[in-house]
């Protein structure tokens, strides 16, 4: 009987050094890649690397592997056969008496030949090392746009300790460039053992921030200690503590580090704006695996602002930075419950995947509100504040074939309840991490649903709205290069674009709101507590990309904003979504 089984690494870039390398039953392996090095590493596989054909009439006696390829079978195989970051192409008659594994490529020609077992595929190149003979599998990047994680310097594996080794330290590595920052490297001791009964990880970093001027103070020095213990694995309770000083950016969910270091460093944009958080917090972790994580946090935090700085640019311009907006400032109390639920890089998910990621931010406190001009400005004495704001990322990757995907995501989040939020937590839309056919802080003429700014515009443009909503549908397929594959001289673009290569038709609708507690139900920008605004005052765009896996290129279009929007081109650094 032939069976069809998959899955699929939704990797991302990530500016971080870290990742130790594995064997082959290791952590960040998936079942298909043990399943190819355990053929590769028996010994009577016939192994090869490169072009491998075997022509019709030819049997190979046990099992073979291939490291890139392309693989080509007219003839026997009586064992199984790998076929490691190569394609696959079955001649009529060809036959594999037992299971067919292809990792990186694509498969050609199942439905004229003979197959024994199963048929294990994984579309995702597969990172591995040679060590004589033995193949070794190295640890797989994981995901990285988890918005409400405060920190991106480092990639410390916590998610699952029970099978993680433990290791002792000295870390170095750098955050995401940015103008208020420049280059700012962490560095310091990290400490993680596992127990019978759990784990603990300790770890404490030092942060030097590079952007002129160089003081010895808390505007280029910062630190981010964290100790945690956990009890009970696979599943458990993790219980810590975090102590910190960092400039965090006020809107992570839309783009990524490198994305943004990027920008920063050779375009002089800087699609973020940031203050600083300095304080303390406890926590505990309800950990599930590696799909849920449900964590519960209290904090004691001073907020502060940071004015943009003048860090190096490559693009050299005399254009100054785009200013940092003024954020409110303070003393505030955060009660923060996040749930994070991924099962994109399970096993079983033959067909599709969730992803979940979502908060509710109680916060309250004593602060002066230098921020949201909507409101007010810099008000003479400290206010007293508190509000419920929440946001849900909520994701279906949907495979409808071997190479295709059609993929969901809805974005939503704002004001619940209480005082007006801060200007940290208001939102907004509009760019290329949300609707790329309309500019990024790009205010409209009147009634601004993308950032709700009204007549009022600070300086830096920062979001406005109580709420924001975002739809976005794409498909995704396979093509190109996959098709190219078929020569050993193919070998000077490997791996960049080694079947990586997909094309992109999408589609968005968003906008933001504010909240109507009375007097404004005629106006466009308001919409009530309890009510999303009609679906028609949605801003729309439509487009079309390819994407090569570590980068894409896209075309964009508004579609409710007139025929002078022009049609916009985007490079990303990471997928859509």
């Not at 006020?250 to 800087?270: K, M, Y």
């Not at 406890?282 to 695996?289: D, E, I, K, S």
């Not at 099962?343 to 509100?369: D, F, H, K, M, P």
Request: hydrophobic share 40%; proline share 6%.
């Amino acid at each position: 009987m032939r069976r069809m089984t998959g899955m699929s690494r939704y990797a991302a870039m990530a500016a971080v050094i870290g990742g130790l390398p594995l064997g082959a039953g290791g952590q960040g392996t998936t079942t298909v890649a043990r399943r190819a090095a355990d053929v590769w590493n028996a010994s009577g596989t016939t192994r090869a690397s490169g072009t491998y054909d075997l022509t019709v009439g030819s049997i190979v006696g046990g099992s073979v592997a291939v490291v890139n390829g392309p693989v080509t079978v007219g003839g026997t195989i009586r064992g199984s056969l790998v076929a490691i970051n190569a394609d696959v192409r079955l001649r009529p008659g060809a036959r594999v008496e037992r299971d067919l594994v292809v990792i990186g490529g694509t498969i050609m020609g199942t439905d004229s030949a003979t197959l024994g077992g199963e048929i294990l595929q994984q579309a995702e190149l597969l990172r591995y090392h040679l060590a004589g003979d033995v193949l070794e599998l190295d640890r797989e990047p994981e995901y990285d746009d988890s918005w409400w994680r405060r920190r991106r310097f480092r990639r410390a594996p916590t998610r699952e300790w029970s099978r993680d080794p433990g290791y002792a330290d000295f870390f170095l590595a750098s955050r995401a460039y940015n103008r208020i920052e420049g280059w700012s490297l962490a560095v310091g001791p990290r400490i993680r053992r596992p127990t019978s009964w759990g784990a603990y990880n300790l770890e404490f970093f030092a942060i030097a921030r590079t952007a002129p001027p160089m003081r010895w103070d808390n505007e280029s020095v910062g630190h981010d200690a964290k100790a945690e213990v956990l009890f009970g694995k696979p599943i458990g309770i993790a219980l810590g503590a975090r102590a910190f000083d960092l400039v965090t950016p006020t809107d992570e969910w839309s783009f990524g580090d490198t994305e943004v270091g990027v920008a920063s460093a050779l375009l002089q944009r800087d699609f973020r704006d940031y203050y600083v958080r300095h304080g303390g917090s406890v926590f505990a972790r309800l950990v599930a695996g590696r799909s849920v994580d449900l964590t519960v946090s209290l904090s004691d935090e001073q907020w502060l602002n940071r004015e943009s700085r003048d860090p190096w640019s490559a693009a050299l311009s005399a254009n100054e930075w785009r200013p940092n907006p003024k954020m409110d400032a303070g003393n505030v109390h955060l009660l923060t419950t996040r749930l994070l639920i991924n099962t994109r890089n399970r096993e079983s998910s033959r067909v599709g995947a969730w992803y979940l990621n979502a908060e509710l931010e109680q916060g309250g406190g004593r602060i002066t509100r230098f921020g949201a001009p909507i409101l007010t400005f810099a008000p003479p004495s400290p206010e007293d504040l508190w509000y419920s704001r929440a946001f849900v990322d909520l994701r279906r990757y949907n495979r409808i074939a071997p190479s295709m995907s059609l993929d969901m995501r809805v974005v939503a989040g704002g004001w619940v309840a209480g005082d007006p939020l801060p200007t940290q937590r208001r939102l907004g839309v509009g760019g290329p991490g949300s609707l790329p056919g309309y500019g990024f802080r790009e205010t409209l003429p009147s009634s601004d649903v993308l950032l709700c700014t009204n007549s009022i515009v600070q300086g830096g443009t920062p979001p406005q709205c109580d709420r924001m909503a975002l739809a976005q549908v794409q498909l995704r397929s396979g093509f190109l290069f996959g098709g190219w594959r078929n020569d050993s001289d193919d070998d000077w673009w490997r791996p960049g674009f080694n079947h990586r290569s997909s094309f992109v038709l999408f589609a968005d609708a968003g906008r933001g709101w504010m909240v109507d507690h009375g007097g404004n139900a005629h106006d466009p920008l308001y919409a009530d507590a309890h009510a999303l605004p009609p679906l028609e005052s949605f801003k729309v765009d439509v487009g079309a990309g390819v994407d090569f896996g570590d980068f894409g290129m896209y075309w964009a279009k508004a579609m409710n904003n007139g025929n002078d929007n022009p049609v916009r081109f985007i490079v990303r650094l990471q997928r859509r979504f």
